[in-house]
């Protein structure tokens, strides 16, 4: 079945520094979405970013369809945005997204 | 912003009871989702759902039926919870097409 891979697993980072997160596919995506969860909270939408780059405050997403991956970009870290990312794909005319396992970021002072 | 809202937020079951766990959405969503979230997994497709009267089977069934008897409710029930079962589940809606999913806050869950 399809399946979504991130890397790396994890990842700390002093505040200030940029984080670079990456998400491969197993199949053609119509559909490509980050997620942020807090420790213990529910998943928010960043980012909806089937192709192309896309940005939003300190967030820039790039997916390239055809190598089947996409990127998060995080400049500028601060300590708020430690948690984990989520990947998430839809294909083929499904309604059902797959998700990755998440990067966990952890962002110290 | 769209609003998902599911209850019990925290719920203790014994192994062989009943357990319904509920979502509703005020957003006439279309599609409505229930996943199960535990360490190491990411987040697992249970059930989902077109609309009312509609489910589909997910990645990971077995175990779970879903019920979605109007536009706003969609329910997950496990009929024989077993530890196994113990988990996050979060249910969340969307309208379809190239769109966001909007997730409510966490259901806890722990089978003993």
């Known amino acids: 079945g399809q399946q979504v891979q991130q890397s790396p697993a994890s990842l700390v980072l002093q505040e200030g520094e940029n984080a670079e997160l990456q998400c491969n596919f197993s199949s053609t995506a119509t559909q490509l979405q980050w997620f942020y969860q807090r420790p213990g909270g529910s998943l928010v939408s960043l980012l909806y970013n089937p192709s192309g780059t896309k940005h939003t405050g300190r967030l820039t997403s790039t997916t390239v369809t055809k190598e089947r991956r996409s990127s998060l970009h995080i400049s500028s870290s601060q300590i708020t945005d430690s948690g984990t990312y989520f990947c998430?794909?839809?294909?083929?005319?499904?309604?059902?997204?797959?998700f990755g396992e998440g990067t966990k970021l952890t962002v110290s002072s | 912003e769209a609003a998902v809202t599911q209850s019990p937020r925290n719920k203790v079951a014994v192994t062989g009871g009943k357990v319904t766990l509920s979502c509703n959405q005020t957003?006439?969503?279309?599609?409505m989702y229930w996943y199960r979230q535990d360490t190491g997994h990411g987040l697992r497709l249970i059930h989902y759902s077109y609309g009312a009267g509609s489910t589909e089977k997910g990645d990971i069934p077995d175990g779970y039926k879903a019920s979605r008897p109007s536009q706003e409710n969609f329910s997950l029930i496990l009929e024989l919870a077993t530890p196994s079962q113990t988990s996050v589940y979060f249910c969340?809606?969307?309208?379809?097409?190239?769109?966001?999913?909007?997730f409510g806050p966490g259901t806890r869950l722990l089978v003993l």
């Open positions: 998430a794909m839809k294909g083929g005319g499904s309604a059902k997204l797959i």
């Open positions: 969340a809606s969307a309208d379809g097409g190239p769109d966001t999913q909007y």
């Open positions: 957003n006439n969503h279309n599609n």
